[in-house]
């Protein structure tokens, strides 16, 4: 992530304080990794999507303002947050597209490989990862956040290990685990 993380803490801080204009000088700092987020998660999904990257950043902006954005911390912090409102983007876009059925066979079909190039038949590959992470997040919750910030936001291990507060060799320890038990899951189902 390229922005000083100075910069865009002072003006989270600034947010916290009340001080609306803060969020005029955010954007510009932190639009640049949205869209780059943004588009690993477009990558996953099929071709023709009728989201594109910018509309999912601009949707997952809006909730992050409707929700507590005064309460971001730090970069760190925020960029977790844009990560899950980016997936709970796709997943509202996904139930309201697939409501009737949930895929059969093919909802299966998602490899959590090392390096996240996952090639999605459909947006209930989506459906069935975001259960199982669901799953997981009451089992494990730190392994649940790291999941949802490899495999949805796309961000690599150093970008995780900050956003996360923890080294990147736990950051590969906890990927392993957290992989080894959803690929058992999914072979399970």
Same mark, same amino acid.
């Given at each position: #992530?390229?922005?000083? @993380? ?17 969020? %005029? ?13 943004? &588009? *690993?998660?477009?990558?996953?999904e099929q071709s023709g999507h009728t989201l594109q990257a910018t509309a999912l950043v601009n949707e997952a902006f809006l909730r992050m ?9 730090? +970069?760190?912090?925020?960029? $977790?947050?844009?990560? %899950?409102? #980016? ?6 876009? $996904? ?6 059925? +949930? ?10 490989? *090392? @390096? ?13 990862? %975001?259960?199982?992470?669901? +799953? ?7 392994? &649940? ?10 961000? !690599?291990?150093?970008? !995780?290990?900050?956003? #996360? &507060?923890?080294?990147? *060799?736990?950051?590969?320890? @906890?990927? +392993? ?5 959803? %690929?058992?899951? #999914?072979? *399970?189902?």
């Open positions: #992530m390229s922005q000083p @993380e100075g910069e865009v803490t002072r003006l989270l801080a600034e947010l916290r304080e009340g001080k609306k204009d803060a969020v %005029n000088q955010l954007v510009p700092l932190v639009y640049s990794e949205l869209r780059k987020m943004a &588009g *690993a998660y477009m990558q996953r303002a409707g929700g507590d954005a005064g309460k971001l911390e730090n +970069r760190a912090h925020f960029f $977790a947050i844009a990560a %899950n409102s #980016m997936r709970q983007v796709l997943l509202d876009h $996904a139930r309201h597209r697939h409501a009737a059925k +949930r895929g059969g066979d093919h909802a299966q079909k998602v490899d959590l490989d *090392a @390096e996240l190039l996952v090639d999605h038949d459909s947006l209930n590959d989506v459906l069935v990862v %975001n259960e199982l992470l669901e +799953r997981l997040e009451k089992l494990d919750p730190r392994q &649940g956040r790291l999941v949802e910030l490899r495999f949805f936001a796309g961000l !690599t291990t150093e970008e !995780t290990a900050e956003a #996360m &507060g923890v080294s990147p *060799a736990t950051v590969k320890r @906890e990927w +392993r685990s957290a992989k080894a038990w959803l %690929n058992r899951e #999914m072979a *399970a189902k």
